[in-house]
């Protein structure tokens, strides 16, 4: 037994139903998190696996009022950006190696799409695994990917340097409500043997078309009739976020 | 309570010890892992939060040997992709909701940088879910970014259709080793208040890096000298899978 601790899988427990129990919560009780538990949260979060131990994830915790007002609005309203208990902004941060590469003598050769590919890939896998733990307290959680609506000026708002990007926010607090599970995609399409069979994804998107009729339905009172595939349709049938592209090069991603 | 299932936060659990317990496994028994179980596993991993419910995520599970030892080879030569009891090449999926679209009578305006953000984003939320879905069973996982080494192989093995990319695989399996967990820089670097205030990293870099130089000394027996910030300048001092641009604008994700 080494001094760096070991005996992961002493820890075993059956997380799935945790897990398989996720909805995003978008209203809060006004009872606070502490920062001890913020710190275990965010550091069980970091602990999760990294590609070469780049670690490339920075997180912002955001208190002042003003700055969360701004991120509520610039999201596109999401009021609860400013309710939460706490609040935080995931940034994909490859300007901390840089940093590193000079203290060590060397030059970071930066902008690849590669690049850009492990730092997302990085921040993404840490803040899910400070979700896991945040909701494993009882906590409740919702992604703000409306932060990437004007990432210029949440670049401005936390004086982000080049290299680093807000990926998306996350708010983190006690639940003050108890929304129903949202139905995902049969596993026949998302869970593939081999090669990319997409035989049965039309009839297994047909299915799921109408278990989402009947979620929307019994969420609004029978007022809404909608299905996934046309979700998709309205999301993906107009332009995404076009300053996104400009911003990133601005930014240091110059995707070579 | 609905037809859907409620009482997520009666999941409550305190899932932090086994979150910090991460290690890599690269060595496994040859202990199976029943269908059931993945089924378990990926469907939490798929369970996590997913942008706009786009749910930009494939699973191909792949058994067949020769596929495993290609694809190990093109990784570098990663052999516990061919002994893992299990192994999963994980795909940022845009091409599912485009045929969603088409069914609804709508057009997909693919492409754009936001797209690719979001299907990436997606598939490392579901798969960190998956992961911690195996290791509370007490499964070890080792991530396999190696697989980008060759993405137009990798294509071509799993027929993969535009506008899906193999972003990594994952081996899962029952650990044959336990190695010791390695250490992660101090929050007091990774995780800031208002703004990216870099004051003190130099401070807390110079402080991992003592700290690392411990691990690998203790790890190689005293053979290894290195620190964190030399990692940094190998990694980052070279270009880093540069055909990556091409490959991803021949897939559809053309950064618009």
Known sequence: MGVWGRGAYDQRMDAIPLLKSHRSIRKFTDEPVSDEMVESIISAGLAAATSSNLQGTTV?????????????????????????????????????????????????????????????????????????????????????????????????????????MPLFGLCIGWPDQDPALKPRLPLSVTLKEEIYDETNDRDGIRAYDELMRAYYSERTGGKLDRVWSEDMSALLGKESRPHMREYLRDQGFTFE
Chains 1, 2 share one sequence.
């Open 60 to 164: 912002i915790r955001v208190r002042n009022p003003e700055t969360r007002a701004a991120i509520a609005t610039l999201a596109g309203g999401q009021t609860y950006v400013e309710t939460a208990a706490a609040f935080f902004v995931w940034c994909a941060d490859l300007h901390r190696s840089a940093v590193a590469c000079e203290m060590a003598g060397g030059e970071f050769s930066a902008g690849m799409t590669e690049h850009f590919v492990i730092a997302t890939t990085d921040c993404a896998l840490a803040a899910q695994n400070a979700v896991v733990a945040a909701e494993s307290q009882g906590l409740g959680i919702c992604y703000i990917g409306g932060i990437r609506n004007d990432p210029a000026q949440m670049t401005e708002l936390l004086q982000l340097p080049e290299q680093v």
